[in-house]
């Protein structure tokens, strides 16, 4: 096979599908439409700028954001670099409505009024210091974001960046091949899965854990990692062959009072 072959192959692969072949497992509402995921990151500074972004995202974005998918998840960042920072996740139907999702916001007047405090802060006192946004597209295997049930949570999002595109498609495969059932055993709550169509630091893959506490948290990977199915898939020769992750993003966050999940 020619490389330019493989690399169209498998860059089609990486964002859309997995491989022929993949093991079945996936999430039980499989024949659903997959969605896509914007996830945007707010840096801000402690103080009255933390309180006007999060007033902005509670009271003038979320609200804006109804009926255009499923529910929008808001959280802080307690536990990673670049604290502070909200995270908002925005499950939209396609790329096209993530592509036009600023234009329709702008014109949607009453979200335009209730967000002018943040929209217009000036220079002197911002309401932010930079957002960032990425999208994703969701697995094949897990194609809608599952919620938690309602109650005191954390979450854990975590983000694989693999060395080489190839990497990247074995490693989602391998999420397809039994790594969803791995976890469901250990009794963690699946939240939702996506590949990285645009951001930074590709080619990579994040997902989002939920739990009711950090001893929770500590005690279900415990049980991920002594699993004899998870040993036995790490150790597949078609995922072992070398290191097919290179880099692991491990962030805490907790969700702001008006996160739908």
Do not use: C
Not at 147 to 169: A, M
Not at 191 to 209: A, C, E, K, W
């Amino acid at each position: 096979m020619e490389r330019r072959d493989f690399l169209a192959g498998t860059l089609a692969a990486s964002a859309l599908a997995i491989a022929p072949g993949a093991g079945a497992q996936t999430q039980d509402n499989q024949s659903k439409q997959r969605e896509y995921y914007q996830i945007r990151r707010y840096f801000v500074q402690s103080g009255p700028q933390s309180s006007m972004t999060e007033k902005y995202i509670s009271e003038a974005l979320i609200p804006a954001l109804a009926g255009r998918g499923g529910p929008v998840g808001a959280f802080r960042l307690d536990i990673g670099p670049e604290t502070p920072t909200f995270y908002v996740l925005i499950p939209l139907p396609s790329p096209a409505a993530a592509a036009s999702l600023e234009v329709d916001l702008n014109q949607n007047e009453t979200y335009i009024k209730a967000a002018e405090p943040f929209w217009s802060a000036p220079a002197s006192s911002p309401g932010f210091i930079r957002v960032e946004s990425s999208l994703l597209a969701a697995f094949e295997g897990w194609p809608r974001i599952t919620p938690p049930e309602k109650g005191k949570r954390i979450f854990q999002l975590r983000t694989y960046e693999s060395p080489s595109l190839r990497d990247h498609v074995r490693k989602v495969e391998m999420f397809h091949s039994g790594e969803f059932d791995i976890f469901k055993n250990a009794g963690f709550h699946q939240v939702f899965y996506g590949d990285t169509v645009i951001g930074p630091r590709m080619p990579n893959l994040t997902y989002m854990l939920s739990f009711a506490d950090h001893a929770e948290l500590d005690a279900k990977w415990e049980k991920f990692r002594n699993d004899p199915t998870w040993k036995k898939l790490s150790s597949d020769q078609k995922y072992a062959f070398e290191p097919i992750v290179s880099n692991i993003t491990n962030l805490i966050l907790s969700p702001l009072a008006a996160s739908q999940i």
